[in-house]
């Protein structure tokens, strides 16, 4: 009698320890959306309770990213060239997919609507195995399906009519699969978003496809082959379009009146662009397009709510106008044969350009920002003179003015022209200056001391080295007979004459790439160190102080 009484409080106290497996199925699907499904998938042989929430889990993603680790590993090890690496690959990437059909066969007889289905593998032998995973989403009614894979070079797995005809489906991602012609069988009645990458298809395919989804509002077509030509009509629904590097494609139509927002990014070839009729874009970005000065001046006013432009790589611009009352946002880089840009942006508030020194000419322009990313091989006397007319005239014209450039030798103008040309961003109190490339390459003392002579009472310099994620932070105070107030009431144009005190942070930043529950995040950690010094022999404080820093970092 005691013992029966003892096993009967044991069990109390262990039911007690389980309450999760008394919720609702729905709340325990709910904390498995936020494991990895390989988790998911464990959680089954919890219980029966668990097992059957797993059954009838809405999701499903056979990512080997998620599975698969050593076989990523062995692929950005490159084994091509040792047959055991084959070996082993083939032995790990079998053993994957047999592991990936028992989870099928387990939830076969458990019929259920699946809300996602996920397939993302490399270098897959094994089609008969997609072919299933195809039929299993199909036949669960899946709403989301991405389908991702890579065969061998220039192979494609032809992708089965079935998929084009599932009217659940509300997204759908394919990645290595060839498009044969649908007819007019296409009937994704429900389809809100379309991504079509590395798929080999023709004009004639591609153009039913998307015209057989009529509530369509987000198409990606990138990196595929097959057509020359892109001709999309009638999509009232549609808003963000993306066509990206379709390395065949020559020319281009699309007829939506109600985008909002489109990116065309090259091919080269790509020559003939006609989106005149999506009058209701809002941003815009044209890169690595064969477009010319013409055609771009005479749309931009065909585009009244236009708030947002990006132009990148176009080398056929060569003299440009930007002429639009509701432009807010612009950008141009590298367009490597530009030589003059004129301004009619009444409005713009940021301006963002990365290139050689050019022409621009304005009007009004009254901006909140401006970045100026100077690339240029050939820096003379000359040049110098013009990269300190350009940035005294942005500087009139913006509240914040960000300088970038690849080595920073554009902040250190020759001593003989700092006598002749007036400090072009007098009267800024903070100066923001980017260097692409490791701090240890150049001595920030120098640029430091150019960036003071461009600016002689700033109150704060940021210069951060981008490919070392380091910033240097200096906060300057003054010498008190020379403030009224918080301005400088002598012009003294030397800052050596009127700085007391400077503080230095040192921030480091480290970033990692964490996997966390089912996504991928990237992780910033910032280390910051504190010094100050007075202004006697300010320059070689500052160099002592970064080569300990490059000995604390290599020891």
């Known amino acids: 009698m005691v013992d029966g009484s003892f096993d009967i409080i044991r069990k109390r106290r262990i039911d007690d320890v389980d309450r999760i497996s008394a919720l609702p ?74 592991y990936w059909e028992k989870v099928l066969q387990s939830r076969r007889w458990e019929m259920t609507s699946l809300r996602k289905f996920t397939l993302k593998t490399e270098r897959l032998s094994d089609l008969e195995f997609v072919h299933q995973c195809i039929r299993y989403a199909v036949e669960n009614n899946v709403k989301v399906l991405k389908l991702e894979i890579s065969l061998e070079k220039d192979v494609f797995y032809n992708l089965p009519q079935m998929v084009l005809c599932l009217k659940s489906i509300t997204v759908l991602k394919l990645r290595g699969f060839k498009l044969e012609s649908p007819g ?123 708030e947002g432009l990006h132009l990148g790589l176009c080398y056929e611009l060569e003299s440009i106008k930007i002429s639009s009352s509701s432009l807010k946002r612009l950008r141009i880089s590298r367009c490597m044969n530009l030589v003059e840009v004129k301004f009619e942006t009444p409005n713009l508030t940021k301006f963002g350009y990365e290139g050689e020194i050019i022409s621009f000419s304005s009007g009004v322009l009254s901006l909140l920002e401006t970045d100026f990313y100077i690339c240029s091989s050939n820096i003379d006397n000359e040049w110098y003179v013009k990269f300190v007319e350009l940035i005294t005239k942005f500087h009139g014209f913006s509240k914040v003015l960000n300088l970038q450039s690849d080595s920073g030798q554009i902040a250190i103008v020759p001593s003989a022209l700092r006598q002749i040309l007036p400090p072009p961003l007098s009267g800024a109190k903070h100066l923001n200056f980017a260097i692409n490339m490791p701090f240890k390459s150049f001595p920030i003392a120098q640029v430091l001391d150019g960036l003071l002579w461009m600016s002689p009472h700033v109150q704060t310099v940021s210069i951060k080295f981008g490919q070392d994620f380091k910033t240097f932070r200096f906060q300057f105070s003054y010498k008190e007979h020379l403030l009224c107030g918080e301005e400088i009431k002598l012009p003294v144009s030397c800052w050596k004459d009127c700085i007391k005190k ?19 995040e990237m992780i910033t950690e910032a280390d910051s160190k504190w010094y100050a010094f007075e202004d006697e022999l300010l320059l070689e404080k500052i160099d002592k102080l970064v080569s300990q820093s490059h000995w604390l970092e290599s020891y």
């Not at 959306?33 to 919890?46: A, I, K, N, Q």
């Not at 690496?85 to 790990?92: C, E, I, S």
């Not at 009058?279 to 815009?284: A, P």
């Not at 942070?505 to 966390?516: D, R």
Request: overall charge negative.
């Open 25 to 98: 199925e729905s709340i325990l699907q709910h904390i498995m959306s936020f494991l990895p499904f390989r988790d998911v998938v464990r959680t089954s042989v919890l219980s029966k309770t668990w097992e059957k929430a797993w059954h009838t889990f809405p999701d499903i993603e056979f990512d080997e990213k998620l599975f698969g680790q050593d076989l990523r590993n062995l692929l950005l090890l490159g084994f091509d060239e040792l047959d055991s690496g084959h070996k082993r690959f083939d032995q790990m990437k079998r053993k994957l997919l047999n």
């Open 184 to 306: 007019s069988n296409v009937k994704l009645s429900s389809l809100r978003e379309l991504y079509l990458s590395d798929v080999d298809a023709d004009a004639h395919v591609v153009e039913n496809l998307v015209g057989g989804c009529p509530l369509i509002e987000f198409l990606s077509i990138e990196f595929c082959g097959g057509f020359k030509s892109l001709k999309l009509f009638g999509l009232s629904k549609l808003s963000i379009i993306k066509v990206q590097s379709n390395s065949e494609l020559e020319r281009m139509t699309i007829n939506a009146p109600n985008a909002r927002s489109m990116a065309v990014i090259g091919p080269d070839i790509l020559s003939d662009i006609n989106i005149a009729t999506c009058k209701n874009l809002k941003f815009l970005c044209l890169c690595t397009a064969s477009v010319v000065d013409g055609w771009l001046s005479n749309l931009i006013p065909g585009l009244p709510l236009l």
């Open 502 to 520: 400077v503080e230095i942070e040192i921030i480091s930043e480290k970033m990692e790439l964490i996997e966390t529950f089912n996504k991928v």
